[in-house]
């Protein structure tokens, strides 16, 4: 079965010889998301981004539940979540990455 955004989802590279590990797409929150898989000190960081829908609540801000941190914001029309075991300053760091 094949499947499809509705929209296209910017690749992101951190250096020259950084690109995400794994590139797929997901359901979240009703929501289909690109997902966008990193590595940083052997953890892996999730980064899904979708479309900016004015009916959403906003959930932009950041916290921890079990030992996983998240760090969601909006840029232009797209939603951005980063979550990972990393700490909240590494997720600070690559949101600053991506920003750029």
């Not at 000190?41 to 980064?47: A, D, G, P």
Request: aromatic share 12%; with cysteine; net charge neutral.
């Amino acid at each position: 079965m094949a499947s499809s955004t509705s929209f296209l989802p910017c690749l992101i590279f951190l250096s020259k010889d950084s690109r995400s590990s794994v590139e797929r797409l997901d359901i979240i929150d009703s929501h289909n998301v690109a997902a966008l898989v990193y590595s940083r000190r052997k953890h892996f960081i999730n980064l899904f981004v979708w479309p900016y829908q004015e009916k959403e609540t906003d959930l932009t801000g950041s916290g921890s539940h079990q030992g996983y941190n998240w760090l969601r914001w909006q840029s232009g029309e797209m939603q951005f979540c980063l979550t990972s075991d990393v700490s909240a300053t590494d997720l600070r760091e690559l949101k600053g990455l991506i920003r750029q």
